[in-house]
C-alpha cells in the first residue's frame, strides 16, 4: 500500500505544481506586465509560482520512492493519470472547456490506467 501513497502524491503534487503555475500566470499576465523578461522575473519571484515548483521536486522523490517499491510497469501507468487531473483541474479552477472529443480522450486514459492496474 505504501507504494500507492508514492504514486498518489506523485499525481496530486504534479497537478497541483501545473495548475498553480497557470494560476499564477493568468494573475501576473493580468498586471500588465510589457515585457517577456519581466514576466518570467514575476514568474519566477512569485511565491506560488515556487510552490508549484517544489511540488515538482518533492513528487520527483515520491516517484523514486514509488519506483523503489515496485516496478515500473506497475507504476508508470498512473502517471498517466496527470492527463486527467490537469485538464479536470483546469476546468473546475479555470472554467476551461474541454471539446467532446477531449472528454473521450480523458475516459480512455482513465479506462487504459485502470486496465492496466487490474492487470498488475
Do not use: H
Not at 497537478?15 to 497557470?22: D, E, M, P, R, S
Amino acid at each position: 500500500m505504501e507504494k500507492y501513497f508514492y504514486i498518489a502524491a506523485t499525481l496530486l503534487l504534479t497537478a497541483y505544481g501545473q495548475l498553480v503555475v497557470k494560476a499564477r500566470s493568468i494573475a501576473i499576465a493580468g498586471k500588465g506586465v510589457s515585457s517577456r523578461s519581466d514576466y518570467l522575473v514575476n514568474m519566477f519571484t512569485d511565491l506560488g509560482v515556487i510552490s508549484g515548483l517544489a511540488a515538482a521536486v518533492v513528487a520527483s522523490a515520491c516517484w523514486t520512492l514509488a519506483i523503489q517499491r515496485t516496478s515500473l510497469g506497475v507504476a508508470y501507468p498512473f502517471m498517466a493519470l496527470t492527463f486527467f487531473l490537469v485538464p479536470v483541474g483546469s476546468v473546475l479552477l479555470f472554467g476551461e472547456r474541454l471539446s467532446m472529443l477531449q472528454v473521450v480522450g480523458l475516459v480512455t486514459i482513465v479506462v487504459g490506467v485502470t486496465v492496466s492496474a487490474v492487470g498488475a
